[in-house]
């Protein structure tokens, strides 16, 4: 199942007779059909009438809007599951500080050992740098966290193991394109404006697996609550960072896939001009659709809704979460 992306400026989404089409300034550009299709994402000034916009979300598929930039704005859904019970483990899950500790803690400890999986699998026989130091570190860290009382303990020991975890990560690119340190808000080079799109990409997905089970997604056992902020996706997406979003950004970097000239400044932040956006796009729904593991069908997006329903039966069942572990055997081929 894909995700179609629509960029076009100036288009327009119809209704025809039966089917759905995209036109602009009168002119034909697709059809649209809606039978293997989960997603459809709109990214700048595309317009979707009223009429296809009802058979879309008869359809069941959700529709995602982006800015022209890439930044995520919002998206309409079909109407899921109305399992409010679900709802109310999570509120009790959340008020219990001992509950919310378990999950909040399975979810940093298996970050860490993703994060020190990602460095054990690239291929550093190329490469002077002391990785070592930096799997020695995370490890003895990642100790510590059956002593953390409170979420910001564990939040604090999330945050260094992070900004080692990047040391290692800036040493795995090879194509010249200069990366020092994670920052964002705005990214300040085209890797971080990668990683920025890709997570966002990937937390809209994971967002639209936690409201298909019902979940309240502004609550969040590590992220807690914040004013207008989904939390919850936000916990989920910690378990795939550096196998589908960093694997993914290194790869189009390290084969050449992006470069410099592919990038701009726009209002004071690096952006992807349109072309390379567009490349960027099919490149990631390509990604998301091949197989996790060479010996099985299962992608990431399967994966996702996975452990949107493990985390559903975790919260109803009060027991702890099982994020997703990723091991060498969980993947096609070592880091690029």
């Known amino acids: 199942m894909a995700v179609v992306y629509i960029k076009e400026q100036g288009a327009c989404i119809k209704k025809h007779s039966n089917r759905l089409i995209i036109e602009k300034d009168g002119e034909l550009l697709a059809e649209l059909r809606l039978i293997r299709v989960t997603g459809i994402s709109v990214i700048g000034n595309v317009q979707i009438t009223t009429q296809a916009l009802h058979t ?61 999986e990602m460095i054990r699998q690239y291929r550093w026989s190329d490469s002077e740098y002391d990785y070592r130091e930096d799997l020695k570190s995370l490890s003895e860290y990642q100790k510590t966290l059956g002593r953390k ?88 997406i910690e378990e795939f960072r550096q196998p589908a979003a960093d694997r993914f950004v290194l790869r189009l970097f390290n084969k050449g896939m992006l470069g410099e000239d592919d990038f701009q400044m726009e209002d004071g932040a690096v952006r992807l001009k349109p072309n390379a956006f567009k490349q960027f796009c099919m490149a990631y729904e390509k990604w998301m659709q091949e197989p996790v593991n060479k010996n099985e069908s299962q992608n990431f997006r399967d994966i996702i809704r996975q452990q949107a329903d493990v985390l559903k039966q975790a919260v109803r069942e009060n027991r702890i979460y099982q994020p997703f572990c990723w091991m060498e055997k969980d993947v096609q081929e070592e880091c690029i």
């Open 149 to 236: 009382e409170t979420v910001n303990g564990l939040m604090g020991v999330e945050g260094i193991c992070s900004a080692i975890y990047f040391r290692s990560y800036a040493k795995m690119f090879k194509s010249g394109v200069s990366f020092q340190e994670r920052n964002r808000r705005p990214p300040k080079d085209p890797i971080n404006a990668i990683l920025s799109l890709t997570y966002t990409f990937l937390t809209k997905e994971i967002t639209a697996a936690l409201e298909a089970e019902s979940f309240e997604l502004y609550l969040g056992f590590l992220h807690g609550i914040r004013y207008g902020r989904k939390s919850l996706a936000l916990d989920l």
């Open 56 to 116: 879309i979300l008869q359809a069941g598929v959700d529709v995602s809007f982006f800015s022209g930039s890439g930044r995520y704005l919002s998206h309409m859904a079909p109407e899921h599951s109305k399992n409010i019970f679900l709802r109310l483990s999570q509120y009790h899950c959340y008020e219990s500080m001992p509950d919310r500790l378990k999950f909040a803690r399975a979810i940093v400890d298996n970050k860490i050992s993703n994060q020190m």
